[in-house]
């Protein structure tokens, strides 16, 4: 009997402890892409431009092309598809904690790359979700993807966001589906 309060106190301690571990996952990862959300995403862009020091480190951001209309088309189980789709793109060409939703259809990725190796790897996200969003939900749709890139040693997330932001607004107003680098200060 002397052990019944005991091993009581234990599962309780033990459930309070998942119930915590499941709002923490809750409030770091975005629901419908299961990828890191906008404030989880800060939270890792702001260790990792610590981390690199006076290192290059280049900022992604991305824009799923023509959403609204995708939704507007196709309805929004397809348009959540799409979104679900990027982010398992994002995940199969960038190191986990490296990239995050920033809300809507935006995401972006801050990774410890130099302009040229980042580029690169725009390149092939942009064309990898373009082939894989060819057929989503037994619908033919062509999905694309806009993608603004910035490099910086010593930049805050926040002013590689920002110079990401520009040349992302450039890449869309030169047709779309391309991938465009903001120039060096």
């Known amino acids: 009997m002397a052990y ?17 571990i499941e709002y923490k996952f809750a409030a ?26 006076h290192k290059p480190v280049s900022c ?5 092309d023509r959403f609204k209309d995708l939704n507007d088309s196709f309805g929004h189980d ?8 990027f982010g398992e793109v994002l995940s199969r060409h960038l190191p986990a904690g490296s990239y995050g939703r920033l ?11 130099h302009r040229a190796e980042a580029e690169v790897v725009a390149q092939r ?20 993807v806009s993608v603004g890139c910035s490099t910086a040693a010593g930049e805050s997330p926040e002013t590689l966001i920002q110079k ?10 030169s047709g779309r589906n391309s991938v465009v680098t903001a120039l060096p200060d």
């Open 164 to 173: 990401a932001d520009v040349a992302l607004y450039q890449a869309k107003r």
């Open 4 to 20: 019944v309060p005991g091993l009581a106190f234990v599962f309780l301690s033990m459930a309070k402890e998942k119930v915590e």
């Open 60 to 64: 992604l951001i991305f824009d799923l």
């Open 103 to 113: 809300g809507g259809e935006e995401f972006s990725a801050v990774i410890a790359l």
């Open 125 to 144: 996200i942009r064309a990898d979700f373009s082939n894989a969003g060819k057929l989503v939900g037994g619908e033919p749709i062509m999905v694309t």
């Open 28 to 53: 770091l990862v975005d629901p419908l892409t299961g990828v890191p959300n906008r404030r989880a995403f800060l939270e890792n862009a702001q260790r990792l431009v610590r981390s690199a020091g």
């Open 78 to 85: 397809i348009g959540d598809r799409v979104l679900h789709l």
